[in-house]
């Protein structure tokens, strides 16, 4: 259990707090407003998510845990726990942030503000001016800027899924959401099976998000 709590404290941490490579925001072409939004890697809805979350970083530490996420009129309920069951932390966020367990070392100042972002980076759309265009080599993207200048790219991966590269205002890549093994789920929509967000800072790390199941809720 204490290997446990550790490896998912250093992970989640990393991914509250993802420092910067070198910039490396690409120039876009044929640039024009995108009035609809760009794609979201889920369907926008009321959903209940489970996943399994696999973990690796640098030194081979790794770890396991579930992942529980439940998007309701625009109210994002968060679970974590081991695999075994026990809560390791849970929160809902609207307008503001509830922390309703966090057990330790979930309970440091900040977690949980880092991880619900992380949350909503990977279910929610980017608030900010959307545009479309073209990367260098004529692939479409769609760019939202939020009021912060920082940036989010979505466009279609080699693997026929949605991916979203997450910028700094400086330009500096943070991390990027990668979706694989779409498909299409009945009554649902197209959905990835997984999921990989990988930190793009020094050292950095890979988490791995497997979809055990989904429930479109009323």
Request: aromatic share 8%; proline share 7%.
């Amino acid at each position: 259990m204490r290997r446990i709590f550790y490896g998912l404290f250093c992970l989640l941490f990393l991914l509250s707090s993802c420092a910067g490579s070198p910039p490396t925001l690409p120039h876009l072409d044929q640039e024009t407003p995108e009035p609809g939004g760009c794609p979201t890697l889920f369907p926008q809805g009321n959903y209940q998510y489970v996943h399994l979350i696999e973990f690796s970083m640098p030194g081979g530490k790794h770890g396991t845990a579930m992942g529980v996420t439940v998007i309701k009129d625009g109210t994002i309920h968060s679970t974590l726990m081991t695999v075994e069951g026990f809560v390791l932390f849970s929160a809902v966020f609207s307008d503001s942030l509830i922390i309703n367990r966090a057990v330790p070392p979930f309970n440091k100042p900040g977690f949980a503000e880092g991880m619900m972002e992380d949350i909503k980076a990977i279910f929610s759309p980017s608030a900010g001016e959307a545009r479309k265009g073209f990367f260098p080599g004529k692939q479409p993207v769609c760019r939202v800027t939020d009021g912060k200048r920082q940036r989010t790219d979505v466009f279609v991966n080699s693997n026929g899924c949605h991916q979203r590269n997450l910028y700094l205002a400086s330009g500096q890549l943070l991390c990027t959401i990668t979706g694989t093994e779409c498909s299409k789920v009945p009554g649902v929509g197209v959905i990835p099976k997984k999921l990989i967000l990988t930190s793009r800072q020094s050292g950095g790390y890979t988490l791995t998000m497997t979809l055990l199941n989904v429930e479109k809720l009323e």
